[in-house]
């Protein structure tokens, strides 16, 4: 704004006073409106499904077309009291416990080797992926060809003379967990891989040839140099596989072992599958899916602590 004024001797003076600030630009609001049926979305298809969980787990429900009544804290005791769950706890947690560090720190140590780019490293890529494109049934069925009583694993023993370790390895309940833990292991670990050296090969080449100039080997490199620079990446793949093995499981259970000999390699996400449609206990099976949700949450957060950035 500009004001006139008279000064002594007949001159006017010319002030400048400030003016008021521009209001701000209002926000659009197209944005919000774009969003609206992805929240929606996410609510019924997502929030909604976890609710009835809670909610189921705390009614009797015999079946799906039977009559239905609360039961509190009933079905808990029933489970906490079942020795088929806590064979399933074990069972669940020595699955982690084993294939998450072999897939974890093996697809690492491979994605490293494919990241220094060797002479045939675009086929190895592809070869890495193989598994990942199979499908489970499929997958499933080699497993059973190699392990049966007369596949093709007894076989080779038999030829190398060593007949007498032979056994029905999936029928058997000291090893039925151990050939689905070696399922998953071969399933996960070259797909994780490939994305291990993917991230690898955005790290700076001037790390790698700083580590060099200072004497550094491919063994101190991979862990000292590289692994630090890329923990996040390697939390949200350790989450990835966690989920993957704790939910996962029971489609190959179900297609190997049907969760036995007796309950030696039922797994939790089995048991949820076997009590809703094979036993039609909804009310046990969702308390069972509680419990698992709580588990793949404790998970999440402790990964998640482990492998966060330490600057």
Same mark, same amino acid.
């Given at each position: 704004?500009?004001l ?8 006017? /003076?010319?002030? #400048? ?10 926000? #659009? ?20 499904p976890? /609710?009835?969980?809670?909610v189921?787990?705390? +009614?009797?429900w ?6 239905v ?8 005791r ?21 294939a &998450?560090? +072999? ?8 994605g ?9 490293? @675009?086929?190895?890529?592809?070869l890495?992926?193989?598994?990942? $494109?199979i499908?489970?049934?499929? #997958?499933?069925m ?11 694993f007894?076989?080779?023993?038999? !030829?190398?003379g ?6 029905a ?13 070696? $399922?998953?292991v ?28 200072d ?16 923990r ?10 966690f &989920? ?21 390699s039922t797994? &939790?996400?089995?048991?949820?599958y076997? !009590? ?5 206990? $909804? ?5 069972v899916?509680v419990?698992?949700f ?5 998970? $999440?957060?402790?990964?998640r602590?482990?492998f @966060?950035?330490?600057?």
């Amino acid at each position: 704004m500009t004001l006139l004024s008279s000064a002594p001797g007949g001159t006017s /003076v010319t002030r #400048k006073t400030p003016s008021a600030p521009a209001a701000p630009p209002r926000r #659009k609001q197209g944005g919000v409106i774009l969003a609206v049926p992805a929240l929606v979305w996410y609510l019924v298809f997502m929030v909604g499904p976890l /609710v009835a969980i809670f909610v189921i787990a705390a +009614l009797h429900w015999p079946g799906m077309l039977q009559p239905v009544s609360f039961a509190g804290l009933q079905n808990v005791r029933t489970v906490l009291d079942d020795p088929v769950f806590m064979d399933a706890v074990t069972n669940t947690a020595v699955q982690l416990v084993v294939a &998450l560090p +072999l897939m974890i720190v093996g697809a690492y140590m491979l994605g490293y080797y494919v990241a220094q780019q060797p002479p045939g490293h @675009r086929v190895l890529r592809y070869l890495l992926f193989i598994p990942g $494109l199979i499908s489970t049934p499929a #997958k499933a069925m080699v497993f059973y060809a190699v392990l049966s009583p007369d596949g093709l694993f007894n076989g080779a023993l038999d !030829k190398l003379g060593m007949g007498s370790l032979a056994d029905a390895w999936l029928a058997s309940p000291s090893t039925a967990l151990a050939c689905l833990i070696v $399922l998953d292991v071969w399933s996960g670990i070259g797909f994780t891989a490939v994305l291990f050296a993917a991230r690898l090969g955005s790290v700076p080449d001037e790390i790698g040839e700083a580590a060099q100039l200072d004497g550094a080997g491919h063994w101190r490199a991979m862990w000292r140099i590289h692994f630090p620079v890329i923990r996040d990446f390697v939390g949200v793949v350790t989450m990835l596989q966690f &989920l993957w093995t704790l939910f996962g499981s029971a489609q190959n259970v179900l297609l190997l072992t049907q969760g036995g000999p007796g309950s030696s390699s039922t797994t &939790l996400s089995f048991l949820v599958y076997q !009590k809703a449609f094979i036993a039609a206990d $909804l009310g046990y099976s969702q308390t069972v899916g509680v419990f698992l949700f709580l588990v793949g949450l404790a998970g $999440l957060l402790t990964i998640r602590r482990v492998f @966060r950035q330490n600057y």
